[in-house]
């Protein structure tokens, strides 16, 4: 029996889902006007009565204080209630993960009720044009690439997930094709391979004498893609007259291995495993990765954002032998989210679907695994329009001596976790190609749907496991599926593996589709065999599904079986060596460095108002209230500081391990409209800016490391590939310059998205994460105002370099200078900075960025409630750049605002003997922001309640309920 158990809001209460439904169409233009009602609810199919049902809606699946609900039986003859041509039901695809139903399965389960099949259900009834309908579907109500939607009456037979697998060897005629059709299966099987790498692979099996088996040929695909094995950066590159053979190795793990070279020893495992760590105190490590899940998030960016969480999550959780962890950090990338609905182009969602969708997946994944989300920047662009990027990070911690893992012949395979399904195929290859009008129809089924309680269950029982010994190494299982976490872990020794004792959410999965699937929350264990039953029962008592899938063993091939059939029997060498060297032609020729002729008025309020108000600048606040950055009681520093908690934080501040005051900072750094002009030198600014925010709240700057993730558009295109080489160039040398290793990285290449013949590439896009060491988190500071009367200094040196900058871009001026970073200034002025925080000498502290000065002071007195009066005369500057909106608004690196009490004004001068300070001016209880200009005439004068009103910026005139259910945030 299928029944429908549809959950309604209690007449009376708010329709918080209908309501952003409404909205969202009118926002969107979809004609109209619109109501929306909207319910809740599941389809449950099993052998039940709808007295047990209704049980199980009384006790569990609906609140009975502010839920009503109806059951209703499916088939034929169906009836959704009220006008079934209104009803509007929407559901999971076939073969999507749908955690919802999942728990309530498990509740059903509990109350002694048998569900052999549960699936969520949102359904709508919709007053308004007909013939505007199927666009509202598509628009608002549903994501075509993992839902699918039923107009009318429910009137399903069954939810069968899957049909009974006949086993098929399938061999691809490789051997015989030339090169058109080695292009044609690359392009139409989704495997994302060159025309050299398809001749190579030819070339491989006329040599063995047979030809490929399907599964043999996707996993060569997966451990080839660009997503995998970062096929560009370690390729060769010829640029401006040099070959450079491995461009990463000469420049990313150079300054890395140079710096360990010269005598950094705080270093522990750096470029060689899932996160890079570092050393923490005499009992602990500390590790960090930061990962992006683009493609996928373009598609559906609640499913994308939501496995790129947990995806990271899971890299230290594949650490060494596993670490807990302690942190989430987040990076969006959008288009503006106010950009005009009509001019979006096929196939695409409008950017403020993808950033409500994207902050909804990071939110619901972090807070159902207890982990805090403490740090993030949101840059909007409208190149990022059909490539949204989004970047996810976490930081872990683990015992000392914890950090290393090996492989013995003899070890048992074994898959901890989820269960494999069809969701996540082809993901490592889908995302290492272009994006078209297409994707979201051909590649839908490369979203993987994550299910937080699941890794939460995984992480407990594999903490324990690493406690006790019980595996010599794991990893997650990411991109590629099983086919590359064994085929890594197994790369020095050999595999066998036996398919068909992998679980499965359905039946019906091919071989090939069990092996490349990348189901989530699924960990790959070495366990030698004498422990083998102790973990398979340690899993089971935390509910934990753990499967003996076959061995690693000392033949340096990789054998994949099912039923005894052997289907794939590949050569590791060749897996992992035999690829082709990619060669690629780099040029880069800088724009002309073109004079900016900045407005001459005298009153620049309107200026800073426009720049409050800007995407990249407006309150983020709601996006972090949505974040629960408290749980786990470490976060010391908040993302939110402030008499009124909404000043937007630095750095955020974390406690490894309790009872300890040392501590870790963490920030980023990301300017991409620098990498329009100069990729060298953004590279050096974003590397500045996410020190200087670390050690703007207390982090020693000699104990920072970083991470980079580059994306950026088709490597192929020589021009794109020499600014990538250029920010490569620009990380090595301020990573020497600042002695800040860089510890673990990412690239995410061919951002770009093709339709009609005209392509859109994203900016240039480099993210510098920073952490740093806290040596007392007793004396971090933060960056809101404290009292009247203190005294504001500015260090650092401003010069005329606004090329890139927040205000040209709200003036919509070209032109400008890029500012350039010096470094030995910058290390000087960043150690002084530290050695007066640590004494006690700072109230507060902000690095001025995007908006430079004015901005800066502004957020401080938003912060604080305060306001302060200012006066740029004794701004350090060069005198030829001397000018007012450059004091106000240039973004010159190596920069900080000081809020020192009267007292410590001399000692902190003292401190800066030698160094660019000056005296800035006062922080005042008036509630005003006052700025005087180089002759004293004033300059800026707003009420601080004015700016905060015009900073904080709702996305939308509904806003995003933080309770949301995660499914009806896609």
């Known amino acids: 029996m299928l029944w429908h158990l549809q959950i309604d809001p209690a007449p009376g209460l708010a329709d918080s889902e209908g309501r952003r439904a409404t909205a969202e169409a009118a926002d969107l233009g979809l004609g109209g006007p619109w109501t929306i009602r909207s319910a809740r609810g599941f389809l449950v199919e099993g052998d039940l009565d709808e007295p047990g049902l209704r049980r199980a809606a009384e006790a569990v699946l609906a609140d009975p204080i502010v839920e009503t609900f109806a059951i209703r039986p499916c088939g034929p003859g169906a009836v959704g209630g009220g006008d079934d041509t209104r009803a509007v039901h929407v559901l999971p695809r076939p073969g999507v993960t749908d955690p919802v139903a999942e728990s309530a399965r498990a509740v059903l389960r509990d109350l002694g009720l048998k569900a052999d099949e549960v699936r969520s259900v949102r359904s709508y009834l919709v007053d308004g044009p007909a013939d505007e309908l199927p666009r509202l579907i598509r628009r608002v ?52 391979l060159s025309i050299d790498e398809m001749r190579t692979i030819r070339a491989h099996f006329r040599d063995l004498g047979r030809d490929p088996t399907d599964c043999e040929l996707e996993t060569i695909a997966q451990t080839w893609s660009e997503h995998c094995s970062h096929k560009t950066l370690r390729g060769r590159v010829e640029f401006d007259g040099e070959v450079i053979d491995n461009l990463l190795k000469q420049t990313i793990f150079k300054a890395t291995k140079d710096l360990e070279a010269d005598g950094l020893d705080w270093l522990v495992s750096v470029f060689e495993d899932n996160a890079g760590v570092i050393r923490f105190d005499d009992e602990h ?314 407005p001459d008025r005298d009153d620049h309020t309107a200026d800073l108002l426009a720049l409050l108000r800007d995407w990249d600048i407006c309150s983020k606040e709601w996006i972090v209230r949505q974040y629960d950055h408290e749980v786990q009681g470490r976060t010391v520093v908040k993302p939110l500081v402030g008499d009124r908690e909404e000043g937007p934080g630095n750095a955020s501040v974390v406690l490894p391990v309790r009872g300890s005051t040392r501590g870790l900072a963490v920030g980023c750094g990301l300017n991409p409209r620098y990498g329009d002009l100069d990729p060298y030198a953004m590279a050096g600014n974003v590397i500045d800016e996410a020190i200087r925010n670390v050690v703007a709240v207390g982090a020693d700057p000699d104990r920072v490391a970083l991470l980079d993730n580059f994306c950026w558009g088709n490597p192929e295109r020589p021009e794109t590939l020499g600014s990538l080489v250029l920010a490569a160039q620009g990380c090595h040398d301020l990573a020497i310059s600042y002695r800040t290793p860089f510890i673990s990285g990412k690239d995410s290449l061919y951002n770009e998205y093709s339709h009609e013949g005209k392509s859109l590439a994203i900016p240039p896009t480099l993210l510098i994460s920073a952490i740093g060491q806290v040596p007392d988190v007793r004396h971090c500071v933060t960056m809101d105002l404290k009292e009247p009367g203190n005294a504001l200094l500015v260090v650092g040196r401003t010069r005329d370099e606004l090329g890139g900058s927040s205000y040209l871009k709200v003036l919509g001026l070209p032109g400008g200078r890029v500012p350039k970073v010096d470094p030995e200034a910058g290390r000087a002025t960043f150690r002084a900075v530290h050695r007066a925080i640590s004494g006690g000498l700072v109230r507060s502290c902000h690095d001025p960025s995007e908006g430079g000065l004015a901005v800066a002071l502004a957020e401080m007195c938003l912060a604080g409630g305060l306001g302060a009066e200012a006066s740029l005369r004794d701004v350090p500057c060069p005198d030829a750049a001397a000018s007012d909106p450059v004091l106000l608004f240039s973004e010159s690196p190596s920069r900080f605002l000081l809020e020192v009490r009267p007292e410590h004004v001399a000692g902190v001068l003292d401190l800066f003997e030698g160094l660019p300070i000056g005296r800035l001016g006062a922080v005042s209880e008036g509630g005003r922001l ?25 996305i939308d005139d509904h806003g995003v309920d933080p309770v949301t259910p995660h499914h009806l945030n896609r």
């Open 285 to 598: 490590d500390v590790c960090f990765k930061v990962e992006t899940h683009n493609h996928p998030s373009a598609i559906d960016p609640y499913g994308g954002a939501n496995t790129g969480i947990g995806g990271v999550i899971r890299d230290p959780m594949g650490t060494g032998l596993g670490a807990k962890p302690i942190c989430n950090t987040d990076v969006f990338c959008v288009a503006p989210p106010d950009f005009p609905a009509d001019a979006l182009p096929a196939g695409v969602l409008h950017p403020r679907r993808v950033l409500k969708g994207v902050v909804a997946g990071v939110r619901d994944y972090g807070n159902r695994m207890g982990i805090p989300t403490v740090n993030g920047a949101v840059v909007a662009d409208e190149r990022y329009l059909a490539n949204p990027l989004v970047f996810c990070g976490t930081v872990g911690v683990l015992p000392r001596g914890k950090a290393f893992k090996s492989v013995e012949p003899g070890d048992r395979i074994v898959a901890v976790g989820g269960r494999t399904g069809r969701d996540g195929i082809h993901g490592a290859t889908f995302s290492s190609a272009e994006l078209t009008g297409e994707s979201e129809e051909i590649s839908g089924g490369a979203v993987q749907i994550g299910n937080a309680i699941t890794e939460k269950m995984v992480l407990d029982a594999l903490l324990q496991a690493r406690d006790l010994g019980l595996y010599r190494a794991i990893t997650d299982c990411g991109a590629g599926g099983f086919s590359s976490a064994v085929g890594e872990m197994g790369a020095e020794l050999g595999a066998e593996v036996d398919l068909d004792r992998a679980p499965l959410k359905y039946e019906g999965l091919s071989y090939t589709e069990i092996w490349i699937s990348e189901a989530q929350e699924r960990m790959v264990l070495a366990v030698p065999p004498e422990h083998l039953d102790a973990l398979v029962s340690l899993c089971a008592s935390e509910g934990v599904e753990a499967s003996d899938l076959g061995r690693f063993v000392d033949s340096g091939r990789l054998t994949l079986r099912y039923h005894g059939a052997v289907v794939g029997d590949l050569s590791m060498h060749f897996l992992h060596e035999g690829r082709p060297k990619v060669t690629r032609e780099a040029t880069f020729t800088a724009p002309p460095e073109v004079p900016t002729t900045l």
């Open 930 to 954: 006052s700025v005087r200009g180089l002759d004293g005439r004033p300059l800026i004068d707003a009420p601080v309640a004015g700016l905060r009103a015009t900073w904080i910026r709702p």
């Open 141 to 192: 109500l549903a994501n075509d690439a993992v839902e699918q939607a039923v107009v009318g009456p429910l009137a399903l037979d069954h939810l069968g997930q899957g049909r009974p697998y006949d086993f098929r060897r399938i061999d691809v005629p490789l051997r015989s094709m030339d090169d058109d059709a080695l292009m044609r299966a690359s392009r139409e099987g989704q495997l994302s």
